[in-house]
């Protein structure tokens, strides 16, 4: 008796605990364009370029950073530096820290869609004391930002979500768009702001193929 009625009470509490844990990892998959959206993946022994494009010297003013698929830059004139926190969801988030005020920002490895697609994109971000702008920045073929999402202006706040749809642009002059009708992007998250923002579940999904 005793095992029936534990077993009973067993059963729904472990589908229960079974659809949170697949649900938001099949939700992000499918058609998410950014790797290592949660920033659950460290980005381990250093490897060749172009297989890690950022990281050596100050190549394209980027370095390396404590995630795969991530790139990271301190150096537009402030200072600061990336570290791990604890995530909205999974084990981490990222941390942007200031120093000294001026851009830090990271950047997802390179994105290949087709001019003219719309884009949704989703990410979650706190903020602690960082009094000035935080935004998301698209760079790549068609030019630097161009496209842009602001951040919450208020220096404090939970995680809170920030979404918006944009429209992949043409390639500007001398950049042309490759065989496969695709051109490169980049998404950028910045902060000129002083204090810290964190960051976690980031994703960019085709809005057509996101329908069912
Ligand atoms: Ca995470």
């Known amino acids: 008796m005793n095992y029936l009625l534990i077993h009973n009470c067993a059963r729904p509490f472990v589908l229960a605990g ?8 099949a939700a992000a998959a499918a058609d998410n364009l950014i790797q290592n959206s949660s920033f659950e993946m460290r980005s381990g022994p250093r490897r ?17 950073s404590p995630w795969a698929h991530w790139g990271y830059s301190g150096f537009f004139a402030g200072d ?12 981490m988030c990222a941390r942007l820290i200031c120093r000294q005020r001026g851009r830090g920002g990271i950047c997802t490895d390179t994105l290949r869609v087709k001019p003219g697609t719309k884009l949704h994109f ?6 602690v004391g960082a009094k000035g702008p935080c935004f998301v920045n ?3 073929d068609p030019g630097d930002g161009w496209a842009t999402i602001n ?4 220096p404090d706040y939970d995680w809170t979500e920030v979404a918006g749809e944009i429209t992949v642009k043409p390639p500007r002059a001398k950049r042309e768009i490759g065989a496969d009708g695709k051109i ?29």
Do not use: C, M, N
């Open 138 to 140: 698209l760079e790549g």
């Open 18 to 25: 079974l659809l949170f844990a697949t649900l938001p990892a």
């Open 122 to 127: 989703r990410g979650f971000f706190k903020a």
């Open 151 to 154: 951040l919450p202006a208020a």
């Open 184 to 212: 490169s992007i980049y998404l950028f998250i910045y902060t000129k702001a002083y204090g810290e923002l964190w960051i976690d579940d980031v994703t960019l999904t085709p809005i057509d193929s996101a329908k069912p």
């Open 48 to 64: 060749d370029y172009p297989a890690e494009p950022w990281g050596y010297d100050d190549l394209d003013t980027l370095s390396r």
């Open 80 to 91: 600061y530096e990336i570290k791990l926190g604890p995530g909205r969801t999974g084990a």
